[in-house]
Each structure stands twice: as C-alpha cells, then as structure tokens.
C-alpha cells in the first residue's frame, strides 16, 4: 500500500507560479510512476506531469515549458513546479503513483485556482 498526500494548492494571478508536493508514505520501495494529474470542471482527469524511477519525464503539451516534475531520490516525495500559470490550468490536481505491480494510487487532489 502507497499513501499520498498533496499540498502547496491555493489562489494564485495568472501568470503566477505555485509549487505542489506530494508526500509518499507506505510501500514506496515499490514505485515505478510519479505523477501530477488534474481534474478540471466537466473534463476528464488528465495526465499533467511524470516522472519515471529511472528519471525519465514526460508532460502534457499544453504544460511543456511552464511546469517541471521532480522527485526526491527517496521516491518518498515528487513536486510540480507551476509557472506562468493560466486561468486554463485552474483544476484540481492530482498525485499519483504507480507501483511495480500496477496498481495505482491518488492523493485526495488538492485546489489549483487561477484567477486575476
């Protein structure tokens, strides 16, 4: 079993910067996969950011270039950076993980607002 827990959301300008943490506790050993997802009104979940154990990453185009991923080398927390942020990235995010036997886990999603 994997814990996550977000943190670090809240009211930011656009064109503002916030940083999210996630907090890993549990099997973490066993992680593969670290990510950001979110989940904005009347859309689907989506893929924001990943992050491999091996170090590879992976972002969704329409982030590329504003946010980066990074994880501690514990793989007991990752981060998103979140810069020049539009009102488009307002959503609830999501820290996800996905463990060697692929079971995936999420955090309880934290609020992103952005707003002048």
């Known amino acids: 079993q994997v814990q996550l827990v977000e943190s670090g959301g809240g009211l930011v300008q656009p064109g503002?910067?916030?940083?999210?943490?996630?907090?890993?506790?549990?099997?973490?050993?066993?992680?593969?996969?670290?990510?950001w997802y979110?989940?904005?009104?009347?859309?689907e979940r989506e893929l924001v950011a990943l992050v491999t154990r091996?170090?590879?990453?992976n972002y969704a185009?329409?982030?590329k270039g504003r946010?980066?991923?990074?994880?501690a080398n514990s793989q007991r927390a990752w981060y998103l950076e979140m810069n020049n942020l539009e009102a488009e990235d307002t959503a609830?995010?999501?820290c996800g993980g996905t463990v060697i036997s692929g079971q995936h886990y999420w955090g309880q999603g934290i609020q992103v607002t952005v707003s002048a």
């Open 16 to 35: 503002g910067s916030l940083r999210l943490s996630c907090a890993a506790s549990g099997n973490t050993f066993s992680l593969y996969g670290m990510g």
């Open 38 to 43: 979110r989940q904005a009104p009347g859309k």
């Open 54 to 57: 091996g170090g590879t990453t």
């Open 61 to 63: 185009d329409s982030v």
């Open 67 to 71: 946010f980066t991923i990074s994880r």
């Open 92 to 94: 609830v995010y999501y």
